[in-house]
């Protein structure tokens, strides 16, 4: 079911078996291998575990202090019940939204399941539990630090998932390059999500909670298969059945923006510069 996207009326069919009974054939599995693989298939947050999950990232990706990629994705659904335009979106269609961060080797990290499809970016990160857990201090954060990338000055750890900048040309161009950089590992994810779970090219015709379940498992099954499986390359050139969120037109805060300015400046100096990095921009 999750892997071919065939409908709960075509498995009917080819199984004999009736749509109620399917249906809670499939609430059930989600259920048992979301409640018995989630401590196995996603990290326990560390500060060990953030600090070699940072230093990976800079060994792919050259960007520093960053603990992870993170984006959100627009999930299909038929209108839900009694539910109004709560889940229709920008793009005139109804959706939920998941919210995820990972890590440099595409495995997720963190998850986010269920926000209205009419919410934008912003909005849809400041009501997580990913942005409660974080301003709660409960994701055991290593406190700012220098370390072996040659910051000049101690620095917090971060997320990238900045798309839009506006300062000087030559920063601009190059900052956008290097957070387009980090955000690739995001965009590779859900590439290879819905590649390999082929239920999210067709919009998902079940009830809400069972939506969310569905989405959940299948970030789970992600992470249990490329810790053994691996991924096929031109799955992560394209992201289909799963679109962009509306981007927020808020203006950061001014210590975003002061953070900013540091990466911005550490990636022209001599100890973050790359001898190619001028020849992308």
Known sequence: YFATGTSMTDLHFQYRISQPTISVIVRQVCKAIW??????????????????????????????????AIDGKHIRVVKPEKSGSLYFNYKNYFSLILLAMCDASYKFIFIDVGAYGKSSDSTVFKESVFFKTLTGNKMNIPPPQQSFTGLPETMPLCSSGTKHLAFQRTYSDLMQ??????????????GILANKWRIFHRPLNVHLSLCEDIVKVCCLL????RERDGFKIEDTLTVEGLFDLDASREQPTKKATKLRDKFADYFMSENGAVSWQMNRI
Request: glycine share 2%.
């Open 35 to 68: 409640n018995r693989m989630r401590q196995i298939c996603f990290p326990t947050l560390t500060e060990e575990y953030w600090l070699k999950t940072a230093a990976e990232f800079y060994e792919k990706t050259n960007f520093p202090h960053c603990l992870g």
């Open 222 to 225: 992600h992470n249990f298969v």
């Open 177 to 190: 390059e290097k957070c387009s950089t980090a955000r690739r590992n995001i965009e590779c994810s859900f």
